[in-house]
């Protein structure tokens, strides 16, 4: 089952520095390390049971913070989310997929209740419908600089295949519901980032 709380963190990464700190990024359980296809952004989620394991575990942020200091070019963007839905379940804590894509919606609070209602109708049905969706669990925010919905998606085939379930014009209809009934202005409100093992990268 997926974690109930997830710590997402970003760190910016100097792109000559990856081959360096692969030695570093080491897969459990409960942590995931994922780059960029650009090298240019270390994506870290941890997985909590809940809020008290985090906290029982957050020394632990520090000593990331020191240990990658020297492969990145600013600080680490860090938040914290909890489980909501899971229209693609998964059976470990986190997706084990090569790809992870994180998928952020800043929804008006007032407009929570019937958003949710309209995704399961919606995004959570294409979600369910479509094979290259291997994993899709929905995330809300408790502490971040960046507040909202948060998708995080996985995948382990072809990146042009799971793209294409976004990309059609069922999808950009829903997209632009969203637009205009759902999401909150600015630059922010709505982003897709996607990740990759670092064992995928090319050198």
Do not use: C
């Not at 996985?154 to 209809?173: K, L, M």
């Amino acid at each position: 089952m997926a974690a109930s709380v997830v710590l997402i963190s970003r760190f910016p990464l100097d792109p000559r520095a990856v081959a360096d700190m692969r030695s570093e990024l080491i897969d459990s359980a409960r942590m995931r390390y994922l780059i960029d296809s650009n090298k240019l952004e270390l994506l870290q989620l941890r997985a909590y049971d809940d809020i008290m394991a985090f906290a029982e575990t957050s020394a632990d942020l520090v000593d990331d913070w020191r240990r990658f200091a020297p492969f990145t070019t600013g600080d680490v963007r860090r938040e914290l989310v909890t489980l909501v839905d899971e229209p693609k379940p998964v059976e470990a804590p986190l997706p084990g997929t090569d790809f992870i894509q994180l998928r952020h919606i800043e929804v008006p609070p007032l407009r929570m209740a019937s958003y949710h209602q309209w995704r399961e109708q919606t995004i959570f049905q294409i979600v369910r419908e479509n094979n290259p969706v291997e994993a899709f669990l929905a995330y809300h925010s408790l502490v971040s600089g960046q507040p909202g919905v948060m998708f995080i998606a996985g995948f382990s085939g072809d990146p042009a295949e799971y793209q294409a379930v976004f990309d059609s014009e069922r999808y950009r209809e829903i997209v632009r519901q969203a637009g205009d009934n759902y999401i909150v202005g600015g630059s922010d409100a709505l982003y897709t980032r996607l990740y990759l093992r670092p064992q995928l990268l090319a050198d």
